[in-house]
């Protein structure tokens, strides 16, 4: 089993910047990749960046090079630096944890922190 906690959301005005972190427990020596979601309001839960066990990053297009995903060495924290932030990047941000194919490759989510930009 793998917890997540997610912080750092908050309320921004347009072009600002906000971090936010995961902070995971359990059994974090099972987790592989990991990533960012967030959902908007009547909109699907959408992927914003992921980060493997390697160090390899992916973003969504609607981000690319605003956002940048990181982690440490153990994993853990994770964190989502976003910069010039815009009204339509209003959501639920939901941090999310693959355990590793040996390990079952289950998902595992956190419960969001809300991100509000005003224009």
């Known amino acids: 089993q793998v917890q997540l906690v997610e912080s750092g959301g908050g309320l921004v005005q347009a072009g600002g910047s906000l971090r936010l972190s995961c902070a995971a427990s359990?059994?974090?020596?099972?987790?592989?990749?990991m990533g960012w979601y967030r959902q908007a309001p009547g909109k699907q839960r959408e992927l914003v960046a992921s980060i493997t066990t390697g160090g390899i990053t992916n973003y969504a297009d609607s981000v690319k090079g605003r956002f940048i995903i990181s982690r440490d060495s153990a994993k853990n924290p994770m964190y989502l630096q976003m910069n010039s932030l815009k009204p339509e990047d209003t959501a639920v941000y939901y941090c999310?944890?693959?355990?590793?194919?040996?390990?079952?490759?289950?998902?595992?989510w956190g419960k969001g922190t809300v991100v509000t930009v005003s224009s």
């Open positions: 999310n944890a693959r355990t590793a194919v040996t390990f079952g490759g289950m998902d595992y």
């Open positions: 359990g059994s974090i020596f099972s987790i592989g990749a």
